[in-house]
């Protein structure tokens, strides 16, 4: 240990930080370490506790570690691992009969990671060691495990559970109930959503915009909102005026919302009391908590009987799922998400052609030549969001990307390949065929023949749509 504390004395970042007191201690207050006031009581943790670490030199490596990591400005959750990691590996260490800084080794560490979580455990390790080997505290030759990274688990919430969820939000508290609306708008973080500012809105002529904070990139940005999102922030605003008063410092959109002790204990109690608005940090445990009642009082179920756990990042994640569904493009989906990169908008595309392949089991169109498509026509890159829309006509869809322009098709639909038909247009389709059928006898009798040729044309581009309407049909 005295060789350890040598070694970190004579390191660049030990001289600095090896004879403050605050290395003795072991239960630190994060403010102590740059975090913020806000960031604790939104995640609802003040301190970092390294009593449960019993070997020495292994927690003075822990805290030199989390001061390390607090410097370079990683967040809280990170240190929270960080210091589980250690803790655990702390009680492997004792079991496996190895006390001193000399044990710790490639192997054991390897042995440790394949006992536990290999992912989250390993990036603590990774980051311990290397920084241990640059200061010169401990040299460890680790060699990362090459695990395979777990696919992301993209939970998104049932079309059949969001219907439960949206009839039945008048079970919440107005503002959680707001703070659930605008979370699945928006697709924003929870984090995000917690540091919303009081005032947040900016009108510009007929435009609404809203001052979002993205975790990702560490800064406040505009973006501009439908006024039916600006609606929901000022009744919002208006609920803090006067719970809280018009005069009152509290400068966050979602104050926390309180019953009392008894009714929380009780089942369902919290949806029956009146609550108590209080001028503190809604913090993401309370939240949470929420969430978890709501499900369990309105019976979220999904479509096998299964009752549904709701949290707060599945609304942000069926915000995705559902602009993906639109054939958003990935850049604006990154960029109303906040991503750092398009590293999970692949699994979102995944989802949502996974179910355009379930609904074309159901529904099928038939285009101009009589080809049946299992998919509508894809929008063209870089087309901004839903630009390509379903426009009804006055028999069947139209699927023509409106980046394209003005159509020249007018009155023309049947022969134009942006056009699509349905089982559902047979009838009339039928009927139309009758009638150029009738109109192609009277053409004949009169002699007309550029008119027969030009009905005889519409009969043949019509009937491939009725012949291969009719295979689907059977």
Not at 417 to 442: A, C, F, G, S
Request: aromatic letters at 10%.
């Amino acid at each position: 240990m005295m060789m350890l504390q040598e070694r970190v004395s004579q390191s660049e970042l030990g001289c600095e930080w090896a004879n403050d007191t605050w290395i003795q201690n072991d239960i630190w207050l994060l403010t102590s370490l740059g975090y913020t006031t806000e960031e604790c009581r939104i995640k609802s943790q003040k301190t970092a506790n390294f009593s449960r670490i019993s070997l020495p030199w292994l927690k003075y490596l822990s805290k030199l570690t989390a001061k390390a990591r607090a410097r370079e400005r990683h967040s809280i959750v990170k240190l929270s691992t960080d210091i589980c990691t250690f803790r655990k590996l702390n009680d492997f260490l004792i079991s496996e009969g190895h006390i001193y800084p000399t044990d710790l080794t490639n192997s054991v560490l390897q042995k440790f990671i394949t006992q536990s979580q290999p992912y989250y455990y390993k990036a603590t390790l990774v980051y311990a060691t290397r920084l241990w080997a640059e200061e010169g505290w401990l040299n460890i030759n680790f060699i990362a495990p090459r695990h395979k990274r777990p696919t992301p688990k993209v939970e998104i919430i049932p079309e059949e559970v969001l219907h439960q969820i949206y009839t039945q939000l008048d079970l919440l508290p107005a503002p959680i109930e707001r703070f659930v609306r605008l979370q699945i708008a928006l697709g924003c973080r929870m984090i995000e959503m917690l540091k919303m500012p009081r005032y947040c809105l900016k009108q510009e002529e007929d435009k609404w915009y809203l001052l979002r904070w993205i975790a990702k990139t560490q800064q406040w940005k505009f973006y501009q909102v439908h006024p039916l999102i600006a609606e929901l922030v000022k009744e919002q605003q208006k609920v803090l005026d006067t719970k809280l008063g018009k005069e009152s410092h509290f400068d966050k959109l979602f104050c926390k919302i309180s019953t009392t002790v008894t009714d929380c204990l009780r089942s369902g109690g919290r949806f029956n009391a009146e609550p108590v608005y209080i001028s503190e940090y809604l913090a993401a445990p309370l939240m949470g908590n929420w969430l978890s009642a709501f499900s369990d009082r309105a019976d979220l179920r999904d479509r096998y009987g299964i009752h549904f756990k709701l949290n707060s990042h599945m609304l942000r994640r069926t915000k995705a799922s559902v602009m993906a569904y639109c054939d958003t493009e990935d850049e604006y989906i990154a960029a109303v998400l906040g991503h750092g990169s398009l590293e999970m908008l692949p699994h979102y595309r995944k989802r949502s052609l996974d179910r355009l392949e379930r609904e074309s089991k159901t529904k099928s169109y038939v285009d101009f030549c009589g080809r049946v498509s299992t998919y509508k026509p894809q929008k063209c890159r870089y087309e901004k969001l839903a630009t390509l829309l379903r426009v009804n006509t006055p028999l069947g869809e139209c699927h023509r990307p409106t980046m394209l322009g003005d159509c020249q098709h007018r009155y023309a639909c049947l022969t134009c390949q942006y056009h699509r038909v349905t089982i559902e247009d047979l009838p009339e389709l039928q009927k139309d065929q009758q009638q150029l059928q009738q109109n192609l006898q009277e053409a004949s009798v009169a002699g007309q023949q550029r008119r027969e040729v030009e009905i005889k044309n519409l009969l043949q581009v019509i009937g491939s749509r009725i012949n291969s309407l009719q295979e689907l049909k059977i």
